[in-house]
């Protein structure tokens, strides 16, 4: 089934994988630009695992920051307290997060709208608390610092631009994943339950399943993002795994374009990149997200790239089709 | 909350600590109850459940701590201006942001909420910086010396003003026309509509007197803690807990369950740690979606 709102044409995933290789040609000389373009790549990560169970499946999760988190926790404890080589950690962090985030599923994931929203936010303030207070196994509040460089055999990740390329294959490769799920079955199921769980259990989704695996996927490809990220800083502290965190994530995906992945990534530069662009005026960025967010939620329902897909590709056809029925709720 | 009280934590468990605890648990939980009657408030007439509710907290304390301070307005005025701009902004959020989209369906409605409250927290956090902002006590008595415990006169004006608020509120709801137009709203817009009631200016006035439920709410905790510019989304959180503790569609629920978990939280917080006591209070919320979503207290059904 080719669903015309979700068509994404294939030049551009070519297009995507291209820029994301040559980047380091160009920036590799400016440690902003690098320092930004590994951002992006970790926020994109994180993104795609949330658009599809919020994007697509229309459950409004805000755990994304709690298994972020918990993947970071797992990788840099791992590393430093038992000296696991990081890549065997990273590994760690996905099973961590996976199956927190499966436990987890099961009573949570019962849960709608609102409520769902506000559990997954008391989960991540929880576990917050919990980092904070176990001090002798955490750090506590001043964090472990001194986190060892992933290395693959005698190959070190060790500059930025080698950085670089490891999290935008982790990143590209969760895009691959999230893509084909999109494309099958289980994202036609997951858009019908975002249109209505009742009538997608009775046309034979199994929802409990679909919801459950997308949001297993999500905390994996947090945690592996967490992981990555603090062994990029080589720091970890509890300030970073706050409810922010998430509600960042929803606004990116807000902001871009819930429902595809070029909008995660269109999302995800803009909330990285405005910060830096407002130079000395960045304590306004705050204020300005919430504006974007606003505006995007209250009048382009499918962010910015929506609105460009709706503008550019669309034939008179297709908007035939749509605007027969109000999109996306 | 930390209780606002001086606890007596070093001392053995006698009867005056267990009651300095169900002081100061009554004192946040006059807090809680606020909150949670703004969310039922808004609930019942619109079905939208405000994320932005515990901003109004925010500005209520922020505007009366900000005029006290920068412009040595008395304390009364102070608190009675907070209170009017939570009104205000409550005002704004219902006319300009929910009414025109009150049709889109529930997603869309709660992102626009978070929206809201994240806007509202930028804002105070450019206006007001992250300290937070005290005031000086309404009625600066003695503190009540009741059995070895203390209790100050700003705990006792808030848990006193939170049952007046409730009777007041109460009373309205039952005998006044616009009272009267709220309740057939939140039965049946369609058929409230069909028999005269103003729906769209109903709803806007749920969200003015949630807003002012917000508002008093902070103004009057500010003596008693300092009120910062990020406590909105935790006390959005708590109100949210005490409202679905009580059942989320009846006032009086929503202050029973502000209260309970007020107390519930000082006693956790006082005998396990103190450290864990937002965490004890988050943890009920998940335990009672999962397992008694309608409230300990409602026996109707939640609205689906």
């Known amino acids: 089934m080719r669903d015309l709102a979700h068509f994404q044409p294939r030049w551009m995933s070519f297009a995507l994988c291209l820029v994301a290789a040559s980047l380091p040609l160009l920036i590799s000389q400016h440690p902003n630009f690098m320092n930004l373009a590994i951002l992006v790549g970790i926020y994109y990560s994180v993104c795609i695992g949330l658009s599809l169970i919020f994007g697509i499946g229309g459950q409004l999760s805000l755990a994304q920051a709690a298994f972020y988190g918990i993947g970071a926790y797992t990788s840099a404890l791992l590393s430093t307290k038992l000296g696991l080589p990081v890549f065997l950690s990273f590994a760690a962090a996905a ?37 904070r207070e ?9 964090g472990i610092i001194n986190l060892p460089t992933p290395t693959l055999g005698a190959f070190s990740f060790d500059t930025p631009v080698r950085y670089y390329y490891l999290v935008w294959t982790f990143a590209l490769l969760a895009a691959w994943i999230a893509h084909n799920i999109i494309k099958s079955r289980v994202g036609a199921g997951l858009r019908a339950i975002s249109d209505s769980e009742i009538g997608a259990a009775s046309c034979g989704v199994d929802v409990v399943r679909y919801k459950t695996w997308m949001f297993v996927l999500g905390a994996i490809f947090a945690g592996v993002a967490g992981a990555l990220y603090v062994h ?46 407002l130079a000395g005026y960045d304590a306004y960025s705050p204020l300005l997200f919430s504006i974007l967010f606003l505006a995007a939620v209250m009048f382009l329902p499918d962010g910015i790239a929506g609105a460009a897909r709706s503008s550019l590709i669309d034939t008179g056809w297709s908007r035939k089709w749509r605007s027969g029925k109000e999109f996306n709720q | 909350m930390r209780p606002p009280t001086n606890s007596a934590e070093e001392q053995p468990m006698s009867s005056s600590t267990i009651l300095q605890f169900l002081f100061s648990g009554l004192t946040s939980g006059a807090l809680y109850a606020f909150v949670a009657l703004g969310f039922s408030v808004t609930y ?25 301070t920068l412009f040595d307005l008395p304390v009364l005025p102070s608190m009675l201006l907070g209170t009017a701009a939570a009104a205000l902004t409550g005002l704004v959020v219902g006319r300009v942001f929910i009414l025109p989209i009150l049709k889109l369906g529930e997603f869309r409605l709660i992102l626009v909420t978070l929206g809201i409250s994240l806007f509202l927290e930028a804002i105070a956090l450019l206006i007001w910086g992250t300290d937070p902002w005290a005031l000086p006590s309404l009625l600066d008595l003695e503190p ?26 109460t009373a309205f709801v039952r005998y006044t026309r616009w009272g009267r137009a709220m309740r057939a709203t939140s039965i049946d817009r369609t058929v409230a509509s069909s028999l005269g009631v103003n729906v769209p200016l109903t709803i806007v006035l749920a969200f003015v007197l949630s807003a002012v439920f ?50 519930i939280e000082a006693f956790a917080g006082g005998f396990i740690s103190s ?11 998940i335990l009672l979606l999962m397992f008694r979503p309608e409230g300990l207290f409602t026996l109707t059904t939640r609205r689906a």
């Not at chain 1, 199956?99 to 303030?125: D, H, K, N, Q, S």
């Not at chain 2, 009540?144 to 509120?169: E, K, P, Q």
Request: aromatic share 8%; no cysteine; glycine share 14%.
């Open chain 1, 232 to 277: 990029y800083l080589s720091f970890i502290s509890p300030d970073s795994y706050s409810a922010n965190f998430s509600i960042l994530m929803v606004m990116i995906l807000a902001i871009g374009g819930r429902t595809s992945l070029i909008g995660a990534f269109l999302g995800a530069v803009i909330v990285t990149t405005l910060p830096v662009a």
């Open chain 2, 214 to 263: 917000g508002g008093v709410a902070g103004a009057l905790l500010t003596p008693l803690i300092a009120t910062g510019s990020q406590v909105g989304m935790l006390m959005t959180l708590k109100g949210f807990t005490a409202a679905v503790l009580g059942g989320i569609s009846s006032p009086m629920g929503a202050v029973i369950g502000g209260f309970l978990l007020g107390v």
């Open chain 2, 144 to 169: 009540f010396r009741i059995g070895g415990a203390s209790l100050s006169s700003d705990s006792v004006l808030i848990i006193v003003m939170t049952f007046t608020t409730l009777a007041g509120f």
């Open chain 1, 95 to 131: 099973v961590a997060s996976g199956v927190i985030g499966w436990v987890l599923a099961a009573p949570i994931l019962r849960l709608r709208t609102v409520y769902l929203a506000m559990a997954t936010l008391a989960f991540g303030e929880i576990l917050v608390t919990l980092i």
């Open chain 2, 44 to 68: 019942s007439s619109s079905g939208v459940v405000n994320f932005a509710q515990g901003q109004f907290v925010m500005l209520g304390g922020l505007v009366a701590a900000s005029l006290n």
């Open chain 1, 134 to 142: 176990n001090r002798e196994i955490t750090g506590g509040s001043t």
């Open chain 2, 275 to 285: 450290a864990y006591q937002n965490a004890i209070g988050l943890a009920i919320l």
